[in-house]
């Protein structure tokens, strides 16, 4: 695949993206997978932006597509994430796969494996092709109001921002929100601050 030079970084990661979904599709089979993160949040009208493609999934699929791919699996834990996990690069695009990730905050834990409505509650945003007259790929997105839950966990207060600022424009699932701190087991004081946030997008 060739990508003009001149697509803007956003645009660049876009192009990526269809070749890319096709194969975590193929390694995943029928196992869960979604684009997490800013990139999943900026395709979903977000001003938001990050130089990395992230994916969630399984640990078999993550075994799958290392064995696709021919790259070994490996184990890795920073100040927000532990999981084992795929880094590979794509066109000059960083690219990390992780399976069943723990996201850990300064006073909470959220395990995506452990929170069915969030699978449930993908959404599929249809990326344009990179060159005309090509199908769109069809992109496995965490939803906002996750996105939201997990930046408040983590202390990303530019992203929360940014993801109001965008549920003030097209609103909210709030059923789905209730399901979303539930499932995830989030402290009292998390759900006060999700609510809070949530407030201010009305």
Known sequence: MTLDPGL????????ILGPLVRVIEEAC????????GANAARLQGVQAASPNLEFITTEAALEAL??????????????????????FMRHGVPVFVFADPVFHGPYESLVPRDVPSLW???????V????????????????????LILSVCLGYHARVDAIRERMREVGYDSRLVVRLLREGRVQPATEEAVWAVLERAE
């Open 66 to 87: 290392g064995e696709m791919l021919g790259i070994p699996c490996d184990w890795g834990q920073g100040a927000h994430l532990a999981a084992n996990r795929l880094h």
């Open 120 to 126: 449930d509650a993908r959404t599929r945003v249809e």
């Open 8 to 15: 803007s970084p956003e645009s660049h990661q876009d192009a």
């Open 128 to 147: 344009p092709p990179p060159q005309p007259g090509a199908p769109a790929t069809g992109v496995l997105c965490t939803p906002l109001e996750w996105e």
């Open 29 to 36: 089979s029928d196992a869960p997978w979604a684009l997490i």
